[in-house]
């Protein structure tokens, strides 16, 4: 019986598309949003100020969503494909990967090279570069500092690869009862790295970049895999929504847990981060939830067609502020100015833009030839 809603032989759901782009708006908006200390922000709202300062920390999850989906899809489509065929291609699995990820990935790389220099890099950058190049952007992030160019935001893609190091392998040789305890490894030594980096004052910045934190999304994005055994949630649409907004107030509290003034400054205690990350996958795990099994026809088309896109916007978006902030708004500092919603709908329309003609002229080709390595067909390129 195919309960997934896709031809047999062939997994699609629109839906998740439009997670995709969910995930990476909450990503824009925590790179263009403020997160505390903005005078005449906090003189506009007065007592919602720290309600809204706590909304921008929570949309930095929109990072724990992809993470989540990211393992969940990863993990549907490898067990089909062991179902199907009754082995996992690693190989197959790798180019497949290769083909989506690297192409687009490298082309952003060398546009931060440059976009830095001639806006005052300096060796440390090219040294960054040089991590992000072989994948380890994460771990330069967390022993140094934040790479300090448009392409900044790229270290999530070297913690996406690290886990592809070992899921076509975990899938292949592991049985379901073997993957959930594989899962709750990885969330035992996702909170025992917690407590060590509580313990020893480390600051929030350096914990978020670290692989080993990140590693409870994916963990959760397994177990949400292996609990559903490919069913689709039947629900009325008011229940979607109570379980939305549950993921909301998870998301928030988890934000209050860490306040967002002591994101760089300050370090949070152990027990305050576990239950912080705790909060984000629990509240990444609900937002599927919620949209698994929507009927396609309810579904905004040009929100499958941006979830689609969704990499290059991620892999854009910080050339898009880079350029808003410098060429067309540099007079206009102020979160508080008037053009506040002008900046941001224009930064985002340049995205959309630059992700589209990237698409259809660079990506397209890749992703055809990916196509022909997939065991278990996803929607075809020329889809939309």
Request: charged letters at 10%.
């Amino acid at each position: 019986m195919n309960i997934s809603g896709s031809p047999p032989g062939r997994y699609y759901r629109p839906e998740l598309d439009v997670v995709r782009f969910l995930a990476f708006l909450l990503v824009f908006l925590t790179h263009t949003l403020p997160h505390g200390g903005e005078p005449r922000v906090t003189a506009v709202l007065k007592g919602f100020a720290p309600l809204f300062y706590n909304a921008a920390t929570a949309c930095s999850f929109g990072l724990s969503l992809f993470f989540t989906l990211s393992a969940f899809l990863i993990c549907e489509l490898l067990l089909r494909e062991k179902q199907a065929s009754g082995t996992v291609r690693v190989n197959q699995f790798y180019i497949r990967r290769i083909l989506r990820i690297w192409p687009l990935y490298y082309l952003g790389l060398a546009l931060g090279l440059g976009f830095a220099f001639p806006a005052g890099g300096d060796r440390s950058t090219l040294v960054g570069m040089g991590w992000y190049a072989v994948f380890q952007g994460a771990w330069y992030n967390t022993l140094y500092t934040t790479l300090n160019t448009p392409s900044g935001p790229l270290w999530s893609v070297s913690v996406e690869e690290q886990f592809y190091l070992m899921a076509p392998w975990v899938v292949k040789h592991c049985c379901r009862k073997t993957m959930y305890g594989f899962s709750a490894a990885l969330i035992v030594a996702a909170n025992a790295w917690l407590f060590f980096l509580g313990q020893n004052h480390v600051t929030y910045a350096r914990i978020w970049n670290n692989t080993f934190v990140q590693f409870e999304n994916f963990a959760a994005g397994i177990l949400l895999c292996l609990v559903l055994r490919t069913w689709l949630p039947k629900m009325a649409a008011w229940t979607r929504l109570l379980v939305f907004l549950g993921a909301g107030l998870c998301w928030m509290e988890a934000a209050a847990l860490v306040q967002s003034n002591t994101l760089v400054v300050e370090a949070p205690g152990s027990w305050q981060l576990m239950g912080h990350y705790a909060l984000a996958s629990v509240g990444s795990v609900l937002i599927l939830i919620a949209f698994l099994g929507i009927e396609a026809g309810v579904l905004p088309r040009w929100g499958v067609y941006l979830g689609r896109i969704s990499f290059g916007l991620y892999v854009y978006h910080g050339f898009a502020i880079y350029i808003a902030k410098r060429f067309l708004f540099a007079p206009v500092a102020s979160y508080a100015s008037p053009l506040i919603l002008a900046k941001g709908l224009t930064t985002l329309g340049l995205d959309v833009v630059m992700a589209a003609i990237s698409y259809r002229f660079f990506e397209t080709p890749f992703l055809k030839m990916k196509q022909r390595h997939a065991v278990i067909p996803t929607e075809p390129v020329s889809g939309g």
